[in-house]
């Protein structure tokens, strides 16, 4: 028997359309390349979603048909995000961080038919434009005036685009499994491949995001998004903002210190949430301006994903910010949050050191992710804490192919995809990653964890970043080279970090050697890049 309720489809334009009568007044704030700060509400972004809706179908766009961008985190984004999508086709982000040619191999293999740009990327758009095969039309994020000099065939302005179409559209109704959104995966290993979002799935992670257990996110906050728009929906929050009527605050191309300070002091930001790079760009600042966030913000949460959250990190927030910390953890085949570091009530009034530990955790599932770990074979292992596997996840915002069946089959017979990921989980259910199953050291048939020793490292005052690689060992198979960059104007000696590392880490753990660097390499997401780094010491012995 089939219950009796309405049976209407999960769409985006429905959060859009709750969005236009529930909280029409509540801002977007966003910050422009010019350094000034846009306002507009959840009123105008509707009009104007409703306004590309028409431009595309008067370009002749089809439901399903993939509309590329290349742009940050600002009001026309969020516009598109709603218009292209609600109209029933496709947002295919791309992250303008990715070299010209994977850029290329994406549009080309999602087969866009417009790409839409900001400002930033015209020579790049330029550059690539006689590649892309799909395209039609390159359609810049800007007014009339600001048009950029370049040669790319149809070239349009957005502004003038839309401002010939009405801001009276009545949004399409289809099948909520119908695709929604795309974006690339970084392919550190082969061609990056397309995960397909839906309308459903987005909806489902959606509201997995609003609950108290998940960002607790309300329309009592302001959340500044600096994980990027053009990455993984920008972890679902414009979609979830939307829905509770939250304040986005958009930060544009400015990730520096100071140009999120005080966009955090002047938008009233109570949410903010990004990887553990920018947070140590902004927390920099905090430190050489002597800044007191605490009274000067009214920062209350602290969202750290992409990468394991340093410690060092976490107490800085937790101290000097008085935010708390929300440590998640997900990827891009799964919208992307799977777990969420939130204290239980046995919790409540643990001393520093204790939520500091926690912190460490990625955290719980959220209702809709399954999650275990199992050993090589596949077997399932003990949730104890200290058994750890690779970590299988399933669930309904979570990807069951690649766009065009790229790299085949990715679930197992029973339907769990492998994330890659070592991790154990605790009896509570608190996930922790130990590393990336690559990245593990394995030294004398133990696994020795990258990510505690590196988070061990930047505990040092001197130390800015650090990241351990295995190197090859005759005897052991491999053992850690710790590779640390210094804060500028600060020393610290190999014996120095070592003492550090051997008040946090079994003795076995310890590195053999550390070497010293200006820089580290990153993803065009943020992550270390181990891969590039461990070719760069491709060559390195330890001393015996
Ligand atoms: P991506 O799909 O590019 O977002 O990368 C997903 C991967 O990033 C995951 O499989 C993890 O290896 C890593 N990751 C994401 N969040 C965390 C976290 N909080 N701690 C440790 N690793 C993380």
Same mark, same amino acid.
Do not use: Y
């Given at each position: 028997m089939l219950g009796l309720m309405q049976d209407q489809p999960l769409l985006i334009s429905s959060v859009l359309e709750h969005a236009l009568k529930a909280h029409p007044h509540t801002e977007i704030a966003s910050r422009m390349a010019d350094g000034s700060v846009h306002h507009c509400t959840y009123a105008d972004i509707g009009e104007r979603a409703k306004q590309v809706a028409n431009a595309l179908v008067a370009l002749g766009v089809q439901p399903g048909e993939r509309i590329g961008t290349l742009a940050w985190n600002g009001y026309r984004h969020m516009e598109l995000y709603f218009g292209v999508s609600g109209m029933g086709a496709v947002l295919h982000t791309i /992250?303008? @961080? #990715?070299f010209p040619e994977q850029i290329e191999f994406i549009a080309n293999h999602a087969e866009d038919q417009y790409l839409l740009f900001d400002l930033s990327f015209a020579e790049l758009v330029e550059q690539i434009a006689p590649r #892309?095969?799909? !395209?039609k039309a390159f359609i810049a994020l800007c007014e009339r005036e600001q048009m950029p000099a370049i040669d790319v065939p149809g070239l349009m302005c957005y502004e003038d685009l839309i401002a010939g179409? +009405? /801001?009276?559209f009545i949004w399409p109704e289809f099948d =909520? @499994?119908?695709?929604?959104s795309m974006c690339y995966t970084s &392919? %550190?290993?082969?061609n990056p491949k397309g995960v397909l979002y839906s309308h459903r799935s987005s909806i489902l992670h959606s509201l997995a995001l609003c609950t108290s257990d998940g960002f &607790? #996110? +309300?329309?009592a906050d302001s959340a #500044?998004? !600096? !994980? *990027?728009?053009?990455?993984? /929906?920008?972890?679902?929050m414009p979609y979830a903002a939307a829905m509770c009527g939250a304040k986005l605050v958009l930060p544009g191309a400015a990730l520096d210190g100071e140009s999120l300070y005080t966009l955090m002091r002047d938008e009233q930001v109570t949410l903010a949430l990004g990887v553990p790079t920018v947070w140590m760009m902004l927390q920099q600042h905090v430190e050489t301006q002597a800044l007191q966030p605490a009274t000067e913000l009214c920062l209350n949460r602290v969202v750290i994903g992409g990468a394991a959250a340093p410690r060092i990190q976490v107490d800085t927030f937790e101290t000097r910010f008085n935010a708390r910390v929300l440590h998640a953890w997900g990827m891009t085949e799964m919208s992307p949050l799977g777990t969420i570091c939130n204290p239980l009530p046995k919790h409540r009034d643990a001393p520093l050191e204790a939520v500091l530990d926690l912190q460490a955790k990625q955290g719980r599932a959220l209702f809709g992710v399954s999650m275990k770990i199992v050993d090589e074979q596949g077997a399932e292992l003990p949730r104890d804490g200290k058994a750890s596997g690779l970590l299988l996840v399933k669930g309904p915002?979570?990807? +069951?192919q690649y766009y065009g069946g790229e790299? &085949?089959?990715?679930? $197992?017979? =029973?339907?769990?995809? $492998?994330?890659g990921d070592i991790a154990t989980i605790d009896t509570d259910g608190y996930m922790q990653i130990t590393d990336r199953a690559k990245d593990v050291i394995k030294s004398g048939g133990e696994w020795i964890s990258s990510i505690d020793l590196e988070n061990a490292a930047v +505990?040092? *005052?001197? !130390?800015a970043e650090a990241a351990v690689i295995g190197i090859a060992h005759p005897k052991w198979q491999e053992r850690p080279l710790l590779v640390v960059v210094l804060k500028p104007g600060r020393t610290a000696s190999k014996d120095d970090l070592l003492t550090v590392l051997q008040s946090r880490v079994?003795?076995?753990?310890?590195? $053999?050697d550390v070497a010293f660097v200006e820089a580290l390499p990153h993803t065009? %997401?943020?992550?270390?890049q181990k891969m590039k780094l461990r070719e760069q010491f491709r060559d390195f012995r330890f001393q015996t």
């Open positions: /992250n303008p @961080r #990715l #892309l095969k799909s !395209v179409h +009405s /801001n009276d =909520e @499994r119908t695709a929604s &392919g %550190t290993t082969g &607790g #996110l +309300s329309a #500044l998004l !600096v !994980v *990027p728009m053009f990455h993984v /929906n920008a972890w679902g915002w979570i990807a +069951s790299g &085949g089959q990715i679930l $197992d017979s =029973e339907g769990w995809l $492998d994330t +505990s040092h *005052p001197a !130390v079994a003795k076995w753990w310890l590195p $053999d065009a %997401t943020g992550k270390l």
